[in-house]
């Protein structure tokens, strides 16, 4: 494997290791991580050693996969760069923001820091993106962030929607097809569980 495809492989797997401590508090385990990264299993271990000798990751056998401090500010570096991107193309280019995901995935790795930081300049330095997801800033902290599941909600509590999961394009084409968006106000028991279950509001009453 080429320099360039290892590291973009490796900045792959540090976000994606990152994207499920930040949506859930279980851990994560080698065959979780295969199974969200849609890679064979003896794969993703491979890489995990690799991460590990590199002091990014902390892993021991059968037990779960942790970012070091160092693994953590690589992914947040790329979190950062995704969520810009995406903001960048509905905002500048009209994308909507179920086709986002898959171009930023390209252009987080080749955009030079340069033309990111002109990027979030000319944005206003969002602190969300277009699915309500955290920007972090230069520095890497993350801005606050508050809001509960709307699937685990009493039926009829109401709440305005603060971020949205982008797993499942699918749920974001339905959400758009209902008009409903971020700042939308939603009620507990309106959607179906499975959209449910991508959807955080604030906000709440009863």
Known sequence: ??????????????????????????????SQLAQRMGLAPSTVTEMVKKLVAQGLVEHAPYGAIELTASGRAEALRMVRRHRLVETWLVQQFGYRWDEVHDEAEVLEHVLSDRLLDAIDAQLGRPV???????????????????????????????????RISDRDPEVLRVLAAAGIGLDSEVVAGQLDAHTARAVWVAGLSA
């Open 128 to 162: 969300r993106d277009p699915h309500g997801d955290p920007i972090p800033a230069a520095d890497l902290t993350l801005p606050a962030f508050h809001g509960e599941l709307l699937a685990d909600l009493a039926a009829g509590s109401r709440g305005r929607v603060v």
């Open 1 to 30: 494997m080429r320099p360039e495809r290892s590291r973009t492989a490796a900045e792959d797997y540090l976000k994606a290791v990152y994207a499920h401590s930040e949506w859930q508090a279980g851990a994560l385990g080698s």
